[in-house]
């Protein structure tokens, strides 16, 4: 929190900047922010000061942590997108919905941890997280006490069952679609097969009838 003049704290000073270099392009989408230790020493600052920095880079959306390598730019951070963090926040829920239908994660598995969604979805884990709340109260989801550890409601319940067999509909409506043009494209190679044999043979009957050498059909006379 700012301090009562407007006067940035250490800490919100140092995420501005690198915000300011993100929007910049001086750190391009994927690029490695700077180490703790270089942070340190370019702010003057203290190793909490700096890991609460980068806190804010990282619920934002603006960073993502990968474990062992350090932090790096989000490849779609919400004001480089234009998107306020509403939007982000929807969309995500949108994505999570979509990776539990399509059986990324399925009914009655356990979620990654926050972390981890944040660095998948390329998001801040602060949003992920109130993502997975709205998902929860829908349903979609559920807690396992208050550890913010998720898993995927079975398919025994009603609304999952229900939604798992309308996105089944419409993936069987959509496959049908895509097939019309092959079916048509099929039948209008049929058919014009069908009229190069009726073509040819006309013109065997026509030069049959030219040459004279046309069956004729003989007849019974009758007494």
């Known amino acids: ?15 501005e900047d690198l915000k300011q270099q993100i929007r ?4 391009p ?31 934002g959306g603006w960073a993502v942590s990968r474990p062992g390598k350090g932090a790096f730019v ?5 004001q480089q997108a234009g998107q306020s963090q509403e939007d982000v926040v929807r969309r995500t829920v949108a994505d999570l919905k979509e ?13 990654p941890s926050g972390g981890n969604l944040a660095a998948q979805l390329k ?14 109260a829908e349903h979609w989801v559920s ?11 079975s398919a025994d319940d009603p609304e999952m069952a229900a939604r798992l067999a309308q996105h089944a509909r419409i993936q069987a409506e959509a496959a049908e679609q895509t097939d019309y043009p092959a079916r048509v494209n099929a039948l209008e190679d049929a058919l014009n097969g ?13 030069h049959l009838e030219a040459s004279g050498s046309t069956p004729k059909t003989s007849r019974r006379k009758t007494s």
Request: aromatic content about 4%; charged content about 15%; proline content about 6%.
């Open 143 to 153: 807690e396992i006490g208050e550890t913010a550890v998720y898993t995927v409601t």
């Open 74 to 78: 989000s490849h779609a951070s919400p």
């Open 123 to 136: 998001t801040g884990a602060s949003l992920v997280y109130t993502a997975l709340r709205e998902l929860a």
């Open 1 to 15: 929190m700012s301090q009562p003049d407007g006067t940035l704290l250490n800490y919100e000073r140092i995420a």
């Open 29 to 59: 989408p994927g690029a490695a922010l700077p180490s703790q230790s270089q942070l340190m020493k370019q702010y003057g600052a203290s190793s909490l000061t700096v890991q609460k920095a980068m806190s804010l880079l990282r619920d």
């Open 99 to 111: 990776h539990i239908l399509v059986g990324i994660y399925p009914p009655g598995s356990q979620l």
């Open 194 to 206: 069908a009229l190069e044999q009726i073509a040819e043979l006309r013109e065997r009957v026509e």
């Open 24 to 27: 910049d392009n001086a750190l």
